[in-house]
Nanobody, 123 residues
Framework: VQLQASGGGLVQAGDSLRLSCAASGRTFRTYVMGWFRQAPGKEREFVATISWSGGNTDYADSVKGRFTISRDNAKNTVYLQMNSLKPEDTAVYYC?????????????????WGQGTQVTVSS
């Protein structure tokens, strides 16, 4: 499966952004999808994940209550709605796909990765 992330940009603290990740292939609905981010000089970290049906989600503590992951299997797309953005949310955001029914937080658990989209939050 190929993944294409989009929607990043430069915003001010407190603003919102919605990231999208479009996937190719007819098996999208069987994949767990995840969002990760990587700030300069830091390791890639988990942000959010969603089960194939959308019924099960998980979030990093740092984004819980501010970010919402969702998916539209008819459009082969997963979204990350980011509200109340903070400067510490600045990073390159990556979407990832996992051919499994089980959601996980580890980068090693995902087989396919998009190219990343830059999110910059100014104070």
């Amino acid at each position: 499966v190929q993944l294409q992330a989009s929607g990043g940009g430069l915003v001010q603290a407190g603003d919102s952004l919605r990231l999208s990740c479009a996937a190719s292939g007819r098996t999208f609905r069987t994949y767990v999808m995840g969002w990760f981010r990587q700030a300069p000089g830091k390791e890639r970290e988990f942000v959010a994940t969603i089960s194939w049906s959308g019924g099960n989600t998980d979030y990093a503590d740092s984004v819980k209550g501010r970010f919402t992951i969702s998916r539209d299997n008819a459009k082969n797309t997963v979204y990350l709605q980011m509200n109340s953005l903070k400067p510490e949310d600045t990073a390159v955001y990556y979407c990832a796909a996992r051919p499994s029914y089980t959601i996980v937080r580890t980068t090693a658990g995902y087989d396919y990765w998009g190219q990343g989209t830059q999110v910059t939050v100014s104070s």
